[in-house]
């Protein structure tokens, strides 16, 4: 990327001069300089490979229309890097993720019962890999948007009065920490197999990401719902205490606590009284998967996971649908908006996510719709025709 390192140093100390600072933004990055982006790729497996592949067409109607110049470089992860390489992320291609300026990511792993993959040690499954490159790339900040389009109301699986309300959901889920990242082990004692996960966090770890928590309320409804186990765990003790701390320096958002189990339930009974949710590894994978399938598909959502740099690995929420996988059926748009994100946080070019987030709005109110969103009167369009009309809407 090369605008005027100056012009972002310059830009950062002076924000409240955005007047100033847009029109100079568009002088220098529309006018003078073409952005390059260093995008590094991780098709990965199953699907990935497909709506990655869409995601690309997207991005490259985009620079087309906008004048940047794209540069993208492949690596592999996950099943496809087991074949290959017989581990599931070399360093090789951790190397080439970090030289980049973001990565963008389809999914990766196999079906669990079935695949080969699922018979080697668990550090070296494809989700090892995954987990790696975020712990490599210090991706703490995981942001997983749950909106629901009005389009697809239909496929919303809750009750028309309470999807009548909608709902624009930001799942904060802290991502280097907790249960995922503690020690672990299986041991055998007195003839008994026994296995111990251990969830941690230290203050600093909950003290970054609830910050990151707070500066995306204030862009949004300036409300954060932290979602913690209080009742029970320590560390969730220490979670609620560390964000009430970080609070103090928010008085203009509004702050609540509530335990997890209640979550799960508030979010299929009232999903519009959230704005934030802020919570840990775990409950975050947990929950952001109910908030995807209330919005009607796993399909639809971006997320992000970003480090204190404008670094971020972006990839859908949903998984690597090994069922589907190759059969030109799978949803590209989750994908799409993860570029579009990326386009956002990475990049700082609004105008073009905007754009993409606008051909996702048309295509869906024009009626295409792949399986897994389909409904009476729609056209069914497969991945590969869904990730054309998208790009031709840019
Ligand atoms: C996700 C996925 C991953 C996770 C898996 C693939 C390790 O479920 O990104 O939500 O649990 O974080
Ligand atoms: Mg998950």
């Not at 982006?37 to 990965?44: D, K, N």
Request: aromatic share 8%; proline share 4%; net charge negative.
């Amino acid at each position: 990327m090369y605008v005027p390192v100056f012009w972002y140093l310059f830009k950062e100390r002076h924000r409240k001069m955005s007047f100033l600072s847009g029109r100079i933004d568009s002088f220098f990055k529309k006018e003078y300089f073409i952005m390059k982006l260093s995008i590094t790729c991780i098709p990965g497996d199953g699907i990935g490979p497909e709506i990655v592949a869409q995601a690309k067409n997207v991005l490259n109607a985009v620079a087309e229309k906008y004048g940047h110049d794209l540069c993208f470089t492949d690596i592999l992860m996950g099943g496809a890097s087991i074949d290959a390489c017989g581990e599931p992320l070399t360093e090789e291609a951790i190397a080439t993720a970090k030289a980049a300026d973001a990565v963008l990511m389809g999914s990766i792993g196999g079906n669990t019962s079935t695949s080969p993959w699922y018979q080697l040690p668990p550090d070296k499954r494809p989700e090892a890999g995954l987990l790696r490159l975020r712990k490599s790339l210090n991706l703490f900040a995981n942001l997983r948007p749950a909106l629901l389009y009005q389009e697809l109301r239909a496929a919303c699986p809750l009750k028309e009065e309470i999807s009548a309300a909608g709902f624009d959901i930001m799942i904060m889920r802290e991502l280097t920490g907790g249960l995922y990242f503690g020690e672990r082990r299986t041991v055998v004692e007195n003839g008994v197999r026994r296995a111990v996960d251990t969830l941690t966090y230290d203050e600093n770890e909950i003290r970054r990401i609830a910050v990151k928590g707070f500066e995306i309320a204030r862009k949004r409804k300036r409300k954060v719902t932290s979602v913690d186990k209080a009742n029970v765990l320590d560390s969730s003790r220490l979670w609620r205490k560390v964000v009430e701390e970080v609070a103090v320096d928010y008085p203009d958002v509004e702050l609540s606590h509530m335990l997890v189990d209640n979550c799960a339930m508030q979010l299929v009974k009232d999903p519009a009284q959230f704005d934030v949710i802020l919570t840990e590894n775990m409950f975050g994978d947990i929950l952001s998967d109910e908030a995807s399938m209330i919005t009607g598909s796993i399909g639809m959502l971006p997320s992000a996971s970003l480090n204190d740099t404008r670094f971020g690995l972006y990839e859908p929420s949903h998984g690597s649908a090994p069922d589907i996988a190759g059969r030109d059926i799978a949803n590209p748009i989750a994908t799409v908006l993860s570029a579009a994100m990326m386009l956002r946080y990475s990049f700082d070019l609004d105008q073009e996510a905007d754009a993409v987030e606008a051909a996702v709005q048309a295509v869906l109110k024009e009626g295409y719709r792949t399986a897994d969103i389909m409904s009476e009167g729609c056209t069914l369009v497969g991945c590969s025709r869904m990730g054309s009309l998208l790009a031709e809407r840019i």
